[in-house]
T-cell receptor
């Protein structure tokens, strides 16, 4: 079945460091891909999305490119801030199932 | 602000004692979802409503039921909670089902079963 695999956390970085959180997927058909973020005590929020191959989603300095050839959607940010500390979820949506399938989440901790 | 509200944020119930979790939305979205999220695991879809149409996931236990009396409200009923039902329960909404539509999540209700 369709699935999402994310790198395990926590990822611990100093402020202004470069961030990569890996995400790969398995899906039939052509899924849409998403990154959601969950700040402490809050619900999940959509961070960015891409709906077809080679699309790049971007928001708040975060970017991810839909790579069909490697079935990946890695999240990157050039310079993280303490306020980026949160749990990040990669997810896919396929029309086979009409539902979002989430990865297990990656906790990011950024220290000053 | 338009939003998805879940009440209560924390719920403690006893083993086997029925419990109801509440979700409301001011977004006027057609679709409402319930997810279960256990510690360090991915959110798992339990069921969703498209307007009044109920869609149950095949692996959702019969112990879990849902009601949507109107567009704004949706309830999750756990008829006989077991210890394994302790989790965070997330409500989400979207304007439509298609993948291009963003899902908006509430803050979740953390359920403890004693």
């Amino acid at each position: 079945g369709d699935s999402v695999t994310q790198m395990e956390g926590p990822v611990t970085l100093s402020e202004e460091a470069f961030l990569t959180i890996n995400c790969t997927y398995t899906a039939t058909g052509y899924p849409s891909l998403f990154w959601y973020v969950q700040y402490p005590g809050e619900g999940l929020q959509l961070l960015l999305k891409a709906t077809k191959a080679d699309d790049k989603g971007s928001n708040k300095g975060f970017e991810a490119t839909y790579r069909k050839e490697t079935t990946s959607f890695h999240l990157e940010k050039g310079s993280v801030q303490v306020s980026d500390s949160a749990v990040y979820f990669c997810a896919l949506f396929t029309y086979n199932t009409d539902k979002l399938i989430f990865g297990t989440g990656t906790r990011l901790q950024v220290f000053p | 602000d338009a939003m998805v509200i879940q009440n209560p944020r924390y719920q403690v119930t006893q083993f086997g004692k029925p419990v109801t979790l509440s979700c409301s939305q001011t977004l006027n979205h057609n679709v409402m979802y319930w997810y279960q999220q256990k510690s360090s695991q991915a959110p798992k879809l339990l069921f969703h409503y498209y307007d009044k149409d109920f869609n149950n996931e095949a692996d959702t236990p019969d112990n879990f039921q849902s009601r949507r009396p109107n567009t704004s409200f949706c309830f999750l009923d756990i008829r006989s909670p077991g210890l394994g039902d302790a989790a965070m329960y997330l409500c989400a909404t979207s304007r439509d089902i298609a993948g291009s539509y963003e899902q908006y999540f509430g803050p979740g209700t953390r359920l403890t079963v004693t």
